[in-house]
């Protein structure tokens, strides 16, 4: 048998290696660079061992899945086949893995099939869907999971270009069943380069640092309105400004003792609690400020008239410091830009401000804004911080909500004005498309891969946001591959590695008898 070269086509990178291997020989990107500074164009795997790539220039051979620049694709597996230590492509045959619908119309086929065959001469040709190759190694490496033991699963491949979900019966794709969403990757960089240019610095040409920059700091998030408002206020909202307040009635005046401060007075009667949301102070119609008791410090004191009764809430000196605007929040993360001298390729300033938004999810509650010392009250209400000014000789930038608002795009592009469904609804419209007994084994078998799933948090937002979108009585559970941009490269070598991989190739032969004609019949019918 002769040797296999697996070949996984990405939109953003392109895995190459040997059939039966573990790993890729090179996982480089897929796309040609071409820098101001330089006439000669950087292909591959030439960018990732250039120091520098500011204000590049990027061309890309595939747009939404399908090959759309076939000389530009063919300047690029030229360099790799050269330049890596291959075997020749006369002497072997090709395992090429690509998304469903990718080669849908014969004009895409045909050069695809005249580049392997005439330009470079292999052997023989298998071409293989992505969600039935992330099947078979996900069965191979969990032989008691649900889908090794049902044979069914729903692969959702959230890639650079787009978004799809994959129903999966028997090792074999649903034609009928695959839903995707136009928009990826490549959507959530370019997005974050209109944002941070609008509101920081002009990164307009710099695709592949912003690209760093996403993979480095943008998460998901588990409660995007509550995150909203520790972005703006600098602290977790619920933990530190909204109170439990205890109620005493006196001649049609309710009036509130703040709890955190002391436990509920005993000589008072207490007819309730109330949760004194911070959009009410906002509509305070009196305000003084008042010495604590405790002699540190000073407390706000705020008076909210309702329909027939009054809100008494006191803020403490904690929790003003915390208010702050923009200042210290669990978000707040700097990336240093590349200035060419110092260093070439750019990074986050503080390492550990990336992962300060894990203690929201952990229970634990930053304490940061508390432990700060306290300020004058004087000089804050007459010198407001201007939050639109910016230091124009730093070569850096800070990120708060936009870490979690750009990938928030993958669960609700319409909030964007992208007239598309959410993930969670792909996948459930994939399913209900399949037969209605496949239903419980599919929610409970949904195996995730692509680049786009290594947001942190993304598994445990998309079970939050398809639960209310499944029948109770059924399961869901989702699976994160161990490498989700591995994933389909190593279903192709576990495939070309396989006895019948042989009697699934169409040789070179039969397409010089019967043209790419042999190859649609046999790969797209």
């Known amino acids: 048998m002769s040797s296999v070269l697996v070949l996984d086509n990405g939109a953003g990178t392109l895995k190459i290696g040997i059939g039966g291997d573990r790993d890729p020989l090179a996982v480089v990107p897929n796309c040609v660079s071409r820098s101001p500074h330089s006439k000669k164009p950087l292909i591959a795997d030439e960018i990732l061992s250039t120091p520098t790539l500011t204000s590049s220039t990027l061309r890309r051979p595939i747009d939404r899945g399908c090959i759309t620049n076939i000389d530009l694709q063919r300047t690029i597996w030229s360099h790799l086949f050269s330049s890596l230590a291959l075997p020749t492509p006369c002497t072997s045959s090709l395992l ?63 890639g650079f270009s787009f978004l799809n979900s994959v129903p999966v019966v028997q090792g074999f794709g649903v034609n009928y069943g695959v839903k995707r969403v136009d928009f990826g990757g490549k959507a959530l960089t370019n997005w974050l380069k209109e944002l941070v240019s609008y509101r ?52 049609n005046v ?32 009196e305000r003084r400020f008042l010495p604590m008791n405790s002699g540190a410090g000073f407390s706000m004191s705020f008076v909210f008239y309702g329909l027939d009764f009054i809100y008494s809430y006191t803020l403490t000196s904690s929790e003003y410091h915390c208010r702050r605007p923009g ?60 939050r639109k000014t910016f230091d124009l000789t730093k070569n850096e930038f800070s990120l708060t909500n936009e870490r979690f608002l750009v990938p928030e795009m993958i669960f609700h592009p319409a909030d964007l004005g992208i007239n598309q469904a959410g993930l969670a609804e792909c ?74 991989f042989e009697a699934m190739c169409v040789t070179k032969a039969d397409y010089e008898e019967q043209g790419s004609t042999r190859c649609s019949r046999r790969f797209f019918q």
Request: charged share 25%.
């Open 96 to 158: 090429l893995t690509l998304p469903h619908f990718s080669l849908s119309f014969p004009t895409l086929r045909r050069p695809l099939f005249e580049m392997i065959f005439e330009d470079f001469g292999f052997r023989s040709l298998c071409v293989s869907d992505s969600g039935s190759l992330v099947h078979m190694y996900e069965t191979a490496r969990s032989p008691g999971g649900v889908a090794a033991r049902r044979g069914c699963s729903v692969v959702v491949d959230c």
């Open 200 to 251: 920081a610095v002009d990164v307009r040409d710099e695709t592949l640092i912003v690209d760093d920059v996403k993979e480095r700091l943008c998460f998901i998030s588990l409660d995007v309105e509550r995150d909203l408002k520790i972005a703006r206020y600098g602290c977790d909202e619920t933990a530190a400004m909204y109170k439990i307040i205890a109620l005493r009635k006196h001649e």
């Open 254 to 285: 309710v009036h509130a003792v703040v709890s955190s401060l002391q436990p509920p007075l005993t000589d008072v009667d207490v007819v309730g609690y109330l949760l004194v949301p911070p959009t009410l102070v906002a509509k305070a119609v």
């Open 327 to 386: 200042k210290d929040n669990l978000f707040r993360c700097t990336y240093v830009l590349p200035d060419g001298v110092t260093h070439t390729k750019g990074f986050v300033k503080h390492k550990d401000e990336a992962h300060r938004y894990l203690s929201l999810y952990d229970g634990v509650v930053s304490r940061e804004a508390s432990e700060k010392p306290d300020i004058d009250m004087a000089d804050t209400l007459t010198k407001p911080v201007d």
């Open 427 to 500: 996948i459930v419209r994939s399913v209900n498309a399949c037969n209605p007994l496949l239903h419980p084994v599919l929610y409970e078998s949904i195996i995730l891969t692509g680049g786009s799933t290594l947001f942190p948090q993304f598994a445990q937002r998309l079970e939050k946001e398809l639960r209310p979108l499944v029948p109770d009585a059924y399961k869901v559970k989702i699976t994160t591959q161990e490498d989700p941009i591995l994933g389909v490269w190593r279903g192709g070598s576990l495939l070309a590695s396989s006895p019948e």
